[in-house]
């Protein structure tokens, strides 16, 4: 295969025909756009199911007739623990405070209604199971420990929410992939279609499909690279110039910052753009080629 | 094993071993072209080519004529493989074309030359684009390219005309370079389907003039053409095409043909 003859022409396809070429970019990068973005929505719901989907606080109630030693005990023996950022202990008194704190109609619940606390946040670089595992050996301490609340039900609601609509974002991502193929195949074809006569006279010379084939490949291939690096370029201008408007709401309404495509899937966006460009131009010449 | 494997690709591919215009000694004796009862239908029952017998020497210039739709087209399809025969069959040199596997079909062109009434020249390319790009087919090395390319144009008469862009040519100039693109290969056969139909009577004179000079090298030419007045001007071999059979019209002998016959009695 002679891939400087076959670039030779491809550039002669493109220097031919400049306006199509970049008419041809524009539609895929548009397409790449969606593609993009719906990728972008994966990428942050799964960020805010991870964050969300795991619980990093617990509150432990304590026993009204705990010994004052224990509960100390157990206090700096969470807060010591490894995987703890911190261990507040909270009194009774404490804890109906805050709870009634502007809120003069609960007034008359009983002293009893709010326990001594323990009120526990782990370090965000904990392992995932720590909680279950400090909240099952606290649990354990019964002449101390009431009762453990790690909100997990709470958070696996959350998590099972933002996981439907994950699954539906994929959905909606596959449908426009499918889209963007339709685009990428049909854009590609008219732009084969305008050089058939040329096709024709390669076979009538005696080329091989490979011959005629190789410069409209390289073709695609380019064009498939091109509108996926300008949809990438465009994506990170828009989610930048967006998280710097949003990011701080963002961030104190969802406990995260929106989080743009990891290195891995913009190299995959590349090279599908190239793959499908390279894939939809020698199916494109196929139409064509048997002459 | 060697001579296994060159074997092996010599059946796949028959005509993989030529080089354009370099046919292999023991086939210059034979014809170049051999058609033995070859049919073609388009609609079934109603065959566009009944039972066509043709044999063309080589060096021979044979006109095809025939009214519109007679099957002039599909006659000469047939020998460049566009498309395939019903039944029967068709011999380049010694081998059937119409068995050729899709694959292969390249190589026999390679050794063949069209010329087309619209020309089909890319405008955008330049004139020396156009011509050179059967040249890059074979992969030839630049150097020989454009040496070989600078002999054809000069053989049409477009020497010097390489950088001209096509589209600015003539009707007539632009049919030269499609010559040149035929004959650049130095090809066996050269077949011409109406290469005169988009042309005055003038510049199609110079056309057929330019296509006999050629044939006077040695290339076997198929003309094909309705055009009587060209028909009536020269006195080569002429078969006459209608209802899809083929009649000798009249014999002839092209100057090359003649001089070689000469030297062979």
Redesign the interface.
């Known amino acids: 295969m ?1 891939f400087k ?1 076959a670039y030779v ?1 491809a550039l ?1 396809g493109v ?3 400049v306006r199509l070429y970049l008419v041809a970019i524009s539609s895929l990068t548009v397409a790449f756009l969606c593609l993009g973005g719906a990728l972008l929505g994966v990428a942050n719901l799964t960020a805010l199911s991870e964050r969300w989907g795991r619980s990093d606080r617990m509150s432990i109630y304590l026993r009204d007739d705990a010994p004052e030693v224990d509960v100390s005990r157990l206090t700096m023996a969470l807060q010591e623990h490894p995987a703890v950022a911190k261990a507040n202990y909270n009194s009774a008194e404490v804890s109906r405070a805050r709870f009634l704190d502007g809120n003069s109609a609960l007034r008359d619940l009983p002293r009893s209604a709010f326990p001594a606390t323990i009120e526990l946040e782990l370090k965000p670089n904990a392992h995932p199971k720590a909680l279950t595992q400090i909240a099952e050996s606290v649990a354990a301490q019964r002449s101390v420990v009431e009762e453990v609340d790690t909100y997990r039900s709470w958070f696996e609601r959350i998590a099972a929410l933002i996981g439907a609509g994950r699954t539906l974002v994929i959905v909606l991502a596959s449908l426009v992939l499918a889209c963007v193929m339709a685009i990428v195949a049909n854009t590609i074809r008219l732009a084969v279609a305008s050089r058939r ?2 096709i ?9 499909n490979a ?1 005629v084939r190789a410069p409209f490949v390289l073709e695609g291939t380019a064009q498939g690279l091109c509108a996926a690096l300008l949809s990438l370029g465009v994506l990170a201008l828009a989610f930048f110039a967006l998280r710097a408007e949003v990011g701080g709401a963002l961030r104190s309404f969802l406990d995260m910052q929106p989080v743009f495509l990891s290195p891995l899937v913009m190299l995959g966006l590349l090279v599908a753009g190239g793959a499908v460009g390279a894939a939809g131009s020698a199916l494109s010449v196929r139409r064509y080629i ?2 | 094993m060697g001579t296994q494997d060159s074997g092996a690709r010599r059946a796949a591919r028959p005509f993989a071993f030529f080089r354009a215009g370099k046919d292999e000694p023991q086939n210059l004796s034979k014809p170049i072209l051999v058609l033995e009862k070859v049919f073609k239908y388009f609609q079934r029952d109603t065959p566009t080519l009944r039972g066509i017998d043709l044999t063309i020497e080589r060096g021979e210039f044979v006109f095809i004529t025939g009214p519109s739709g007679s099957g002039k087209s599909t006659l000469l399809q047939l020998i460049y493989r566009k498309i395939a025969p019903d039944e029967g069959r068709i011999l380049f040199s010694g081998k059937d074309v119409s068995r050729l596997t899709e694959a292969s079909i390249p190589y026999l062109r390679r050794n063949m030359g069209v010329v087309f009434q619209d020309f089909k020249v890319m405008p955008h390319w330049t004139v020396y684009e156009n011509v050179s790009i059967a040249l890059e087919i074979l992969d030839l090395p630049p150097r020989l390219i454009r040496s070989r390319v600078g002999e054809a144009l000069e053989r049409v008469g477009l020497a010097g005309r390489g950088d001209d862009r096509t589209s600015t040519l003539s009707g007539g100039e632009q049919q030269r370079v499609a010559i040149a693109r035929a004959i650049v290969g130095e090809p066996a056969l050269l077949i011409a389907d109406e290469p005169t139909g988009n042309l005055d009577p003038t510049l199609a004179l110079d056309i057929l003039t330019l296509f006999e000079e050629i044939n006077q090298h040695g290339t076997t030419v198929v003309f094909a053409t309705h055009d009587h007045s060209l028909l009536s001007v020269r006195t080569h071999r002429l078969l006459v095409l209608e209802d899809g059979r083929l009649t000798e019209a009249r014999q002839g002998l092209s100057g090359w043909a003649q001089r070689k016959h000469a030297q062979t009695a």
Request: glycine share 10%; with cysteine.
């Open positions: 002679d003859g022409r002669r220097r031919e025909d006569e040329e024709e006279v390669l076979k009538m010379c005696g080329a091989t011959f048997r002459v």
